[in-house]
């Protein structure tokens, strides 16, 4: 099945106990769209003292500039988004009841029965639904409609939570074998990566590292972070949806799987929002296959990253996007292989290290 | 209207400039060969030229005099295309649009890659009465399996179709928008004495949604714009119903579905046309989006106005445009571009 096994084995390992409680900790984190305090206070933590520069934008942004040494150097900015998709509480129909709109893609009929938490404080509650006991088989053909949802956090939580809140999934971070199961990981994969690369960022660039709100609902937190650094070279580092499973027509071959778990890093040629720069590709596929770091190309599909906001602003800005694959984008728990997000983080800081300004020579091909 | 344009009156030069760039592949993103196209063709007659962090070509012709402005006139260089997502064990390639393809226009279409692979477009086998979506749809390279396959999952065509010199009419694949590129060209040419500083902006990635002229008017600055691109026409039978037609002279937009013409800009192109007594016919465009709409909200905003190659059988591999209206644009383009420009 895995190509990549032994590639990765002989490597330096990258990602261990110190990095798996971290993204652990973000993954556990509540931060949906719009309130991203609880992901940016980690992130404010564990980049202060890794870089020269660190502000929290008017929008809740966290810009992070760590100034390379080197002659001739590259503008990169990366951009990894700390909101996730979630809640918010719209309606309060008393003792605790409180119905919800979504914030982000969530398909709704995967909500019923999903624990959830609520607010800072992460109160626990529940999207209920009829007992299996008291519905009609008519009844249960149908998937339920966000109206008739309501999410319950008992008489007692009827005090601890107000319309405007978010809430998220309740999914708790765990590492089963070789695999990674949690909510949010779409994007705090990309968040750890991200302060991972403050952490050893070479020296012939200066990394301007944002840690956006707001890409769930359009890319938005991104598009004033772009226009505040103005790099010369634009990557999100995002998560992306792999929809890999054997079809159940054996006689079809699976042409949608968009990525594959276990097949490397996710490189974007064309999603929804942006044409990747094709010197930014080939020097991410040159890099991998230099270094012997396995990687895919994501198919060509709709869907978009913060690439899409950075490209298009001010005069323009070459740009890229780079993701871990995941299982189960959007839902209640994602999963990934470890061997993926250790992989695209190799690869992402050697490519790092091999850039100079002489890519951003006009292509004329 | 004469039916059909003598010959004799026609400019080679035009129609051979029209026949190059309609010819020389460029989907969004892959702009590279048609960029060449036209930096040849503009490079001796421009003051300064540059491409830009997207790709867009962007020339000069003019330094600002005394009662004159910096204008920005884009026409993109882009055309709709394909890109490859899957190729599966027996060597067909599933693709993803890039831009507004319609699927009916596909089947049996034939295709070009970048990379110099050609290939035709099949389908599945459709239920009865059921009108085909892209997923259905898969190119044959002639390859015999996966790994004889000439192109893998990235790999980027456009549509072949060669040009069709018809008389009076012209078609080809890509008249959206090089037949507005060439009137730029032509008119950059023409162009001898301005007392404005005018921008060419030959754009990319319009199809995808504007986003070159987006970064171009940004670094350009202008204090007028105007977009150059192709519009729809309701003169087929059983169409819809619009006022543009072909022959009746380039089209002057009021608006589209992406932005209203500036009032001021639309009054100055209708002047600049009576004055030089030429046809124009105004346009209402009720789906459809141009760079106009892009240089319009550049910095804190720039009157911005579209003049409109009226065309036919738009996003197909066989769109129309009349050779009278063609040249007229260019003349059009031409006076706007010499004259003090009054907005009011």
């Known amino acids: 099945m895995s190509p990549t096994k032994q590639i990765t084995q002989s490597s330096r390992k990258r990602i261990g106990k110190r990095q798996t409680e971290l993204l652990a900790e973000l993954c556990n984190a509540l931060s949906v769209s719009g309130d991203e305090q609880e992901v940016r206070e980690i992130v404010l933590r564990e980049v202060k003292p890794l870089c020269q520069q660190v502000e929290v934008d008017a929008m809740g942004n966290v810009l992070a500039t760590r100034i390379g040494s080197g002659q001739d150097k590259v503008q990169v900015m990366i951009a990894a988004h700390m909101d996730e998709v979630g809640f918010m509480l719209t309606q309060d129909d008393g003792d605790g009841i409180y119905g919800f709109s979504i914030v982000g893609g969530i398909d709704e009929r995967q909500l019923v029965g999903k624990p959830v938490i609520v607010g800072r404080e992460h109160v626990p509650g529940v999207i209920g639904a009829k007992a299996i006991h008291l519905t009609t088989p008519e009844e249960r053909k149908t998937a339920l409609k966000l109206e008739q949802l309501r999410i319950d956090l008992g008489p007692d939580g009827s005090g601890l939570a107000r319309v405007g809140d978010r809430a998220g999934f309740a999914t708790r971070f765990s590492e089963i074998g070789p695999s990674i199961r949690a909510k949010a990981l779409d994007d705090r994969l990309g968040v750890f990566n991200l302060i991972e690369l403050l952490r050893s960022a070479p020296e012939n660039i200066d990394l301007l590292a944002a840690f956006t709100v707001q890409e769930e609902v359009g890319l938005r937190g991104a598009r004033v972070a772009a226009y505040h650094f103005n790099p010369q070279i634009g990557i999100a580092v995002d998560s992306t949806p792999a929809n890999d499973l054997p079809l159940y027509d054996e006689d079809s071959e699976n042409t949608r799987y968009n990525t594959r778990l276990d097949h490397g890093p996710a490189i974007y040629l064309m999603d929804g929002a942006t044409i990747a720069d094709r010197r930014l590709a080939e020097w991410l596929m040159k890099t991998a296959e230099g270094e012997g770091i396995p990687y895919q190309i994501r198919q060509p599909n709709p869907g978009g990253t913060d690439a899409g906001a950075i490209h298009k602003t001010r005069a323009g800005v070459p740009s890229i996007s780079v993701s871990v694959p995941q299982r189960y984008c959007h839902t209640a728990a994602g999963l990934i292989r470890k061997s993926d997000w250790e992989d695209t983080l190799r690869l992402l800081s050697a490519a790092l290290s091999r850039l100079n300004s002489k890519i951003l020579t006009p292509s004329e091909a | ?344």
């Open chain 2, 1 to 344: 209207m004469t039916k059909t344009q003598p010959n004799n009156t026609r400019d080679e030069a035009l129609l051979a400039l029209i026949r190059k760039l309609v010819e020389t592949p460029g989907p969004s993103g892959q702009e590279g060969l048609i960029r060449a196209a036209v930096l040849e063709e503009i490079k001796a007659h421009v003051d300064e030229v540059r491409t830009d962090a997207l790709g867009n070509l962007i020339a000069r012709v003019g330094t600002k005099q005394a009662g004159g402005l910096r204008v920005m006139v884009s026409a993109h260089i882009d055309e709709i295309g394909l890109m490859v997502t899957h190729v599966d064990a027996n060597g067909f390639a599933r693709f993803i649009a890039i831009g507004g393809v319609s699927p009916l226009s596909c089947i049996g279409g034939r295709v070009l890659f970048m990379n110099g692979a050609r290939g035709v477009i099949g389908c599945e086998r459709l239920e009865p009465n059921s009108a085909p979506t892209l997923e259905k749809l898969f190119i044959d390279t002639g390859a015999l399996s996966r790994e004889d396959c000439p192109v893998s999952v990235g790999d980027v065509c456009g549509f072949e179709r060669p040009f069709l010199d018809l008389g009076a009419h012209l078609v080809a694949k890509s008249m959206d928008d090089r037949v507005s590129a060439a009137v730029a060209i032509q008119a950059l040419r023409a162009l001898k004495k301005t007392p404005h500083e005018v921008y060419f902006v030959f754009s990319v990635q319009e199809e995808v949604g504007l986003r070159g002229a987006t970064t171009a008017a940004y670094g350009v600055n202008p204090d007028v714009g105007l977009a150059v691109d192709v519009t729809r026409t309701g003169d087929t039978p059983r169409t819809v119903k619009m006022e543009v037609a072909l022959d009746k002279g380039p089209a002057i937009k009021v608006r589209d579905s992406s932005f209203i013409a500036d009032p001021r800009v639309v009054n100055w192109m209708v002047a600049a046309a009576k004055a030089a007594k030429l046809p124009y016919q105004l346009e209402v465009l009720e789906a459809g989006g141009t760079d106009g709409r892009a240089i319009q909200l550049a910095h804190a905003g720039v009157p911005a106005g579209c003049l409109s190659i009226p065309c036919r059988y738009i996003h197909s591999p066989s769109e129309m445009v009349s050779y009278a209206d063609v040249e007229n644009a260019v003349k059009l383009l031409v006076q706007l571009l010499s004259e003090e420009i009054k907005l009011d």
